[in-house]
T-cell receptor, first 113, second 114 residues
């Protein structure tokens, strides 16, 4: 699986949009981009994923560049409860390779008043 | 649905003791995996399974054994605990890789080895 690079930390004011970048320049054509977050010491929580099109769900939006070498997770109206570590990972879509996920150290997002 | 259930939540062992961390899922997921997380670090894959009867090593498998006799359960065994195995352990499950196969994680087992 391709490796990802994320900034170690970001701050965001409550109510504003939080834009979390991720670089995955070695991503291959069959790899999906997944985003998870980990609040305090709980288990990671799935947020959103995509292949090459932009995606939106009730939690967030995912913008993937046309060359697929980077993506941005957008939390449109961040709240204090969104303070967490956010992980961007890529996952092979083929059986056998798709379970060897590489979690980096993620981005610590701090949402402040 | 309960999702992914891990037991126990906390455990303290002495060096050399053995124990089994339990993981069960009720979503009929074929894929299951174990990760450990150490302070300031991301998750590292220990072992994984792509189905009942099939297991394979991840990034940091030494000191751990797994088996997968049923789809629902994927226990992680520490044969002789060492202080270096003090960590938080997460179990995860998913459908096979594909369009819609996010991992579902348990809430972790916090293990201290003295």
């Amino acid at each position: 699986d391709a490796k990802t690079t994320q900034p170690p930390s970001m701050d965001c004011a409550e109510g504003r949009a939080a834009n979390l970048p991720c670089n995955h320049s070695t991503i291959s054509g069959n790899e999906y981009v997944y985003w998870y977050r980990q609040i305090h010491s709980q288990g990671p929580q799935y947020i959103i994923h995509g292949l090459k099109n932009n995606e939106t769900n009730e939690m967030a939006s995912l913008i993937i560049t046309e060359d697929r070498k980077s993506s941005t997770l957008i939390l449109p109206h961040a709240t204090l409860r969104d303070t967490a570590v956010y992980y961007c990972i890529v996952r092979d879509s083929f059986t056998g390779g798709g379970n060897k996920l590489t979690f980096g150290t993620g981005t610590q997002l701090k949402v402040e008043l | 649905n309960a999702g992914v259930t891990q037991t126990p939540k906390f455990q303290v062992l002495k060096t050399g003791q053995s124990m089994t961390l339990q993981c069960a899922q009720d979503m009929n997921h074929e894929y299951m995996s174990w990760y450990r997380q150490d302070p300031g670090m991301g998750l590292r894959l220990i072992h994984y399974s792509v189905g009942a009867g099939i297991t394979d090593q991840g990034e940091v498998p030494n000191g751990y054994n797994v088996s997968r006799s049923t789809t629902e359960d994927f226990p992680l065994r520490l044969l002789s605990a060492a202080p270096s195995q003090t960590s938080v352990y997460f179990c995860a499950s998913s459908y096979p890789p594909g369009h819609n196969s996010p991992l579902h994680f348990g809430n972790g087992t916090r293990l201290t080895v003295t």
